[in-house]
């Protein structure tokens, strides 16, 4: 009879338990959680504490009891383990009620500690009463209560990745004033800059005072006053911590397991540790990016759950392997939905790779002439020339979660952006187009690498007319009375080629619509009259999401 | 200089029309419609009868005018063309208007006609003042202008499809009553008929008078009443005959193109027909099964816009191929959203193909404790003991789609349902769970795959419990008084391990919950205490879907 050890009862270590029980009905499991709850829904807490979810109890998916009975196991809860004796194959366990510590052995032990929020040591944090970091049940009743008893007019969240933009929107659901500050010149850091605009416009628009690219100095006052690197002070009465999570690599460490650049404890593709007797899942771990085979730590909870489940498989025999993070995430930011899958700009060119290309483009979230069809403002990265899809990221008021779920199965699936455009997806007016978003996506990006087009992007325009380069904006002039480029000349599509003298022959030509389409189009045109143009990506819309 | 002639310009003649001039400026292009309007949402037509879509103008995607000035082509409505000379490389045009012929030379020709509605020779249709196919504009007029004017009070759909259904759907809107009148015993084609019993039920709840296995034998008192073969007879102010459609072959037949056995022009997959210098796209040709390979006809929009650009490509001198057709589609019936890829169980059993497995499962539409959440009907038809995915049926209230085109992505990209455990899909409460349904779909298949628990299917349990069988149900005795199999056991899944004994040993065993989980657990428990079970497959949820 095999005895695993698993330690932290949440969505990794549950569900290591839960399936080596249907594995194996003889096993000898464990499983300790440092505190009272198991198994409760992380990613439900900020939408209890905005009543959004109105029941405290649907936030515990299984407790110490249900899970017990059901899958016949040891639970102990409020039991902290603290050491590891590699060796010995034991660990010691703390009663964290009574602080008496007993050894307990093992023949596998899993380890499912998660991350915890960051907390630096800002000066003033430690005196402050209305300063929250967000990660369980008990926090979640601190802030609940906090907010429920005081009644906070105003408050703080610090830091804009999701847990704070969902805490912000929360907070604003329950009517209270919210500045968001981030030390980044964006929020939500899976999105490349011009598409976290589209956020920061959002945000405004919802009421959310958004301070980017500045810090926390300190609390003052118990923290009734936040004071910024800038020096900017504002008065809060409630502070919701969110700057980020880092691995609880404790007791790891102090067993000398292997740990990564960033502290997360080192597993290879069977979820095993530099200990062939432990694995380690979860938040806590460093696995390998699905696309480049690098180190990636990505604190999600489906990697938490698929690897929990290989785990177990593993444990009883099966080969199962975790074939690395794509890191695909999606967050609700108020109305609006922001996904995103595999790399994103930022993090190609931290990598130091330049061979890629991208693409913006804003189809509709279904056919336009059905109603509520809105806008997804989608950007594809790809690889030159090979046409790998490297990452997605979409944003928009409708079926933008649809689109990058379809693109990581593309991705999983070694689909190239050419292949996208043969995606057979389901239509009908309230669904989608003819052409979905995805195989639009396929088409525009196809048509850059198959030499249609060449493009270049919102970033680049201003400083090219600038230099001299001349703007042909192909929109109707209705259109481009409601915004336009500046230092454009207006030629609409259709008169362009009755027009195609205007077009000096010895400046460097662009081309812009809204959206590119037009742009493209114009682009061929004028190709086949021998002038050479660029099409400016993702036209007008684009660049105003930006700079409008 | 090239000459296209472009017969149809609809979704796949105006597509391939726009593609070509994007790719060559040059070329002569002469698209020929033969009615009154080009490049109309044939999709969006029932819903403006309905009502839905309020502006007839929106339908019209592109006018003769604008789609001549942007892309410098020849259009000509009202222009039919008659015959085709193979060997002259020419067809005879006849203008609609003055019933004038003349011809027009080509060095590629492009049929996209389409397909039409059938309409077989019933007695009474053609007396009939009341009847109506719906197809286009023309059709659209009419049917809205009937309802206008004659504010029908009971209508009857004939033909259950998807166009059948969105009638019903929009005439229900207007507040119409309607009879659903469809020969086969089951609504949706693409469905199995324990997948189309949700649609029944639904439908039904809106008020729709389906009647199934049961079609029209004759119309009587110029259509005011439809008899049906059964002697049914039923009063409507308005029919509308939505049988299906068949190939507008006559052009390609007269002109001895090759046909397929359904009469479909036979393409190719650069979609050539057997005369090189013509190419045939969308409604009206066969081409080959993405999955099998075998000849397929799939009158939907995906292809035809697809077959367009390939077309287009081809004649270019871009090597671009059609793949094959996997059928997705997805319809809106009432609140429902009903979508699938692939094969279903009928047409595997057509086709002599038996190596194969499903699944029933019923996961939420999202998290299941954030507000919002509905169980998705999700069918998987998996090979064995590949895992190949065969195809995939939704039914649900929300997130259908996703997870059909999340399988029809995966199909493409040659997932198995191991695979598809691996889809690393985004996860945040209002869009999913840690596990998607897709996710889920691929463990409960692998689970059968792997030998980890057998099933049988709700059309199996009630005879197998009358030669015998034991079927133990081990939902919560409040969950049974709600409904349950006849003649089952009751042990609460908690207290199995404790009853096992209460288990005959001489008798074939099998397990039953809601969905299925619950079973399987049990099935898994039971196994390792040496006692061989079965699961019911989907749970008591597929068996009373079906007959609850
Ligand atoms: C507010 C919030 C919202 C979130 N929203 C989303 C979302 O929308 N989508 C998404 O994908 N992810 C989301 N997440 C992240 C997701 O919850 C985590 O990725 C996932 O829970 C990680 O699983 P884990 O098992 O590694 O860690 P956890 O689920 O955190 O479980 C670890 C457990 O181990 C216990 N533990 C630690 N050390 C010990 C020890 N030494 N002894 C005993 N017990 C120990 C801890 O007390 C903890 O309960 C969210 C997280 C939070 C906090
Ligand atoms: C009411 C309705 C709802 C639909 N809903 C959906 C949906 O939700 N999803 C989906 O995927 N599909 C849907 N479809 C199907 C979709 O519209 C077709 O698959 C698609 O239009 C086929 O394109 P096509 O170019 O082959 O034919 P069509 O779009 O029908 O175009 C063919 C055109 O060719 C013309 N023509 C034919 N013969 C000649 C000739 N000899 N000379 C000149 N012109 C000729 C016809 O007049 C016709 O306008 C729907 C269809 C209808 C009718
Ligand atoms: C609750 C918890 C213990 C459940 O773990 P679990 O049993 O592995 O997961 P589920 O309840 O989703 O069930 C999945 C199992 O049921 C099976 N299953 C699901 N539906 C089924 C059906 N209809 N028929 C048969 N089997 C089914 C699956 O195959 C899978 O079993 P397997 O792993 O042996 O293949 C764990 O998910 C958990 O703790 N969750 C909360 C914490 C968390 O995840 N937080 C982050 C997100 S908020
Ligand atoms: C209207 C119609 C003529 C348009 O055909 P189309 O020009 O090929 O299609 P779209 O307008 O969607 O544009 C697609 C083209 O624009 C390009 N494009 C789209 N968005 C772009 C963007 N943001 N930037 C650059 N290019 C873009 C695509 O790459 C594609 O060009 P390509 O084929 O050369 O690669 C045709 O689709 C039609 O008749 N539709 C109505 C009929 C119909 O389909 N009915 C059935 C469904 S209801």
């Known amino acids: 009879m095999k005895k695993i ?59 110490v009891e249900g899970m017990s009975d059901r899958f016949n196991m040891d639970i102990r809860n409020f039991s902290e383990v603290i050491s590891i004796d590699k060796e010995g194959k034991k660990v010691t366990v703390k009663d964290v009620k009574t602080g008496k510590t007993y050894e307990e052995s093992y023949d596998v032990l899993v380890l499912s500690p998660g991350a915890n929020p960051i907390k630096p040591p800002i000066k003033g944090l430690e005196e402050a009463t209305n300063v929250f970091t967000l990660r369980n049940i008990p926090d979640t009743d601190s802030i609940k ?117 960033r502290g997360h404890i080192k597993v290879d593709k069977n979820m095993m540790t530099s200990d062939p007797n432990i694995y380690a899942i979860g938040d806590a771990v460093e696995t390998v990016d699905y696309i480049f085979g690098s180190p990636a730590a990505v604190p999600l909870a489906w990697p938490a759950n698929r690897q929990g489940r290989i785990v177990a498989d593993r444990i009883c025999g099966i080969d199962s392997k975790y074939s690395g993070t794509l890191g695909t995430s999606v967050a609700k930011v108020f109305d609006l939905t922001a996904a995103s899958t595999g790399h994103n700009e930022k993090a190609l060119q931290r990598m130091g790779i330049n061979n890629y290309k991208k693409i913006h483009i804003h189809p509709g979230s279904h056919a336009g002439y059905y109603p509520g069809a809105f806008p997804i403002s989608l950007k594809l990265i790809f690889e030159v020339p090979s046409g790998k899809i490297l990452g997605a990221q979409g944003i928009g008021y409708d079926g933008v979660e649809k689109r990058i779920d379809v693109l990581a199965t593309a991705i999983k699936g070694n689909l190239s952006v050419r292949d996208i455009t043969d995606l057979e997806l389901s239509y009908a007016p309230p669904y989608s187009s003819a052409k979905d978003p995805v195989n639009m996506a396929g088409y525009v990006a196809s048509n850059i690498l198959d030499g249609l087009v060449d493009v270049i992007y919102y970033n680049e325009i201003d400083e090219l007319i600038s230099n001299g380069g001349v703007l042909i904006d192909v929109r109707d002039a209705m259109e481009i009375e409601l915004g336009a480029i500046d230092g454009h000349i207006n030629i609409p599509l259709n008169e362009l080629r009755d027009r195609i003298d205007e077009i000096p022959k010895d400046k460097d030509i662009y081309v812009t619509c809204q959206v590119g389409l037009r742009g493209y189009i114009a682009s061929r045109i004028l190709a086949q009259h021998g002038i050479k143009s660029k099409n400016l990506d993702g036209g007008y819309k684009t660049y105003s999401q930006v700079y409008g």
């Open 5 to 63: 050890l698993i330690v932290g009862g949440v969505a990794g270590g549950a569900t290591t338990a839960a399936r080596l029980r249907r594995l194996d009905e003889n096993a000898k499991i464990v499983m300790f959680e440092r505190g009272e709850y198991i198994s409760f829904a992380n990613c439900g807490l900020p939408y209890y504490i905005g009543g959004v979810i109105p029941e405290r109890d649907s936030l515990l998916v299984q407790t």
């Open 145 to 261: 209560k906090y907010v429920d008893e005081n009644k906070p007019q105003e408050s703080v969240v610090i830091g804009g990745g999701f847990i704070g933009i969902e805490m912000a929107e929360n907070l604003v659901h329950k009517g209270v004033k919210v500045t968001l500050v981030e030390m980044a010149d964006q929020v939500m850091a899976p999105f490349d800059s011009e598409m976290a605009s589209i956020l920061h416009t959002h945000l405004k628009d919802k009421g959310v005072n958004l301070i980017l690219s500045d810090g926390v100095s300190h609390f003052e006052n118990k923290g009734a006053k936040v004071v910024l690197n800038s020096g900017t002070e504002i008065n809060t009465d409630l502070t919701i911590l969110s700057i980020g999570v880092k691995p609880e690599n404790e007791l790891a460490k102090s067993a000398n397991l292997a740990l990564g650049e």
